[in-house]
């Protein structure tokens, strides 16, 4: 390993803190909650829901537009 890549210990820093600022962050993941993930679903549901209603319109927009030009 290169010495850019290797963490120093600080003068001043005591063995405990070096390895506390040293450990891997994705140690410390936890799980989403229940209540993490049921609003991660309804937001993709609401999303989903916008996206499908902004579809509607642009169509029946569309579909007007092309109803008045045949007039």
């Known amino acids: 390993m290169s010495k850019a890549g290797k963490i120093r ?3 001043t820093e005591s063995s ?3 390895f506390r600022r040293s ?3 994705f140690l410390d ?3 989403p909650t229940e209540e ?3 609003q991660e679903v309804q937001a993709r549901r609401d999303a989903k ?3 499908l209603d902004k579809v ?3 169509e029946k927009e569309r579909q007007a ?3 008045a030009a045949r007039k």
């Open 36 to 38: 993490e993930r049921l």
């Open 49 to 51: 829901q916008r996206e």
């Open 65 to 67: 537009a092309k109803k």
């Open 29 to 31: 993941w936890e799980p």
């Open 56 to 58: 509607i319109r642009l």
């Open 23 to 25: 450990r891997p962050k």
């Open 16 to 18: 405990a803190e070096y």
């Open 9 to 11: 210990m600080k003068p």
